[in-house]
C-alpha cells in the first residue's frame, strides 16, 4: 500500500523566515496531495492541495510543488507569523479496495518564533 | 450543518472492555475514514469506506471493526481493549474522490 514520508519532524523559524516541509510517497497512481494544518487540541484542517497534472500551485503565503517521477511533494510558507505555529500534514490520494483511500505523513511540528 | 460528529469525546476503558466509537455526518458524503493519531504521531488509517456496506483495511486495523450500513454512520467497534489502544480517534468524511476530508473534534481513549 501507499507510504507517505514526511521530513522534518519538528521545525522552528524565525517569524516572518519561510518555512518548507518536505514529503515523498511509494505508490506512483496516487494522484491527489493535500496538506492539513492542525492547531492544538484541534482538528486537521485543508489548507492547499494539489492534483498529480500541477506541477506547483500557490495561495497567499503558501505553495506546494509535486514532482512526479521523484514522487515527492513539498509545502511552503512564506512570511512565517506566529498563528502558523501547528503541526502540518501532508497526504497522498489513491484508490485502494473500498474506493478513494487517504495516507498521512507522520507530521511536521512547526514553532514560528516571535 | 453539523458537519461530521464524533461521540464520545473522551472514555476510559478498562483493559478487556469493548466500546463502540459513534461518527455520523449529515453532508451526505460518501466517502468515511477512521484515523488514529497517538501522542506526537501521525494519522494512521485504520478502515475506510467509500458507501453504505463497502468498508476496507487501512494501515492499523487490528484490533478493530467498522461497519457501514448507513451513508450518515461509520462507528468503529473495539473489541477487547488493550493499552495500545491508547490514543486519539478521528473520523473524516469525503464527498468526491480527491477532494476535501472533513474531520470530526476526535475522540481521547484511554485504555487502563
Known amino acids: ?114 | 450543518n453539523a458537519g461530521v460528529t464524533q461521540t464520545p469525546k473522551f472514555r476510559i476503558l478498562k483493559i478487556g472492555q469493548s466500546m463502540t466509537l459513534q461518527c455520523t455526518q449529515d453532508m451526505n458524503h460518501n466517502y468515511m475514514y477512521w484515523y488514529r493519531q497517538d501522542p506526537g504521531m501521525g494519522l494512521k488509517l485504520i478502515y475506510y469506506s467509500v458507501g453504505a456496506g463497502i468498508t476496507d483495511k487501512g494501515e492499523v486495523p487490528n484490533g478493530y471493526n467498522v461497519s457501514r450500513s448507513t451513508t450518515e454512520d461509520f462507528p468503529l467497534r473495539l473489541e477487547l481493549a488493550a493499552p495500545s489502544q491508547t490514543s486519539v480517534y478521528f473520523c473524516a468524511a469525503m464527498g468526491q474522490p480527491n477532494t476535501e476530508a472533513f474531520f470530526g473534534q476526535g475522540t481521547r481513549l484511554t485504555v487502563v
Open chain 1, 1 to 114: 500500500g501507499e507510504n507517505v514520508e514526511q521530513h522534518p519532524s519538528t521545525l522552528s523559524v524565525q517569524e516572518g523566515d519561510s518555512a518548507v516541509i518536505k514529503c515523498t510517497y511509494s505508490d506512483s497512481a496516487s494522484n491527489y496531495f493535500p496538506w492539513y494544518k492542525q492547531e492544538l487540541g484541534k482538528r486537521p484542517q485543508l489548507i492547499i492541495d494539489i492534483r498529480s497534472n500541477v506541477g506547483e500551485k500557490k495561495d497567499q503565503r503558501i505553495a506546494v510543488t509535486l514532482n512526479k517521477t521523484a514522487k515527492h511533494f513539498s509545502l511552503h510558507i512564506t512570511e512565517t507569523q506566529p498563528e502558523d505555529s501547528a503541526v502540518y500534514f501532508c497526504a497522498a490520494s489513491g484508490f485502494g479496495a473500498a474506493g478513494n483511500k487517504l495516507t498521512f505523513g507522520g507530521g511536521t511540528r512547526v514553532l514560528v518564533k516571535p
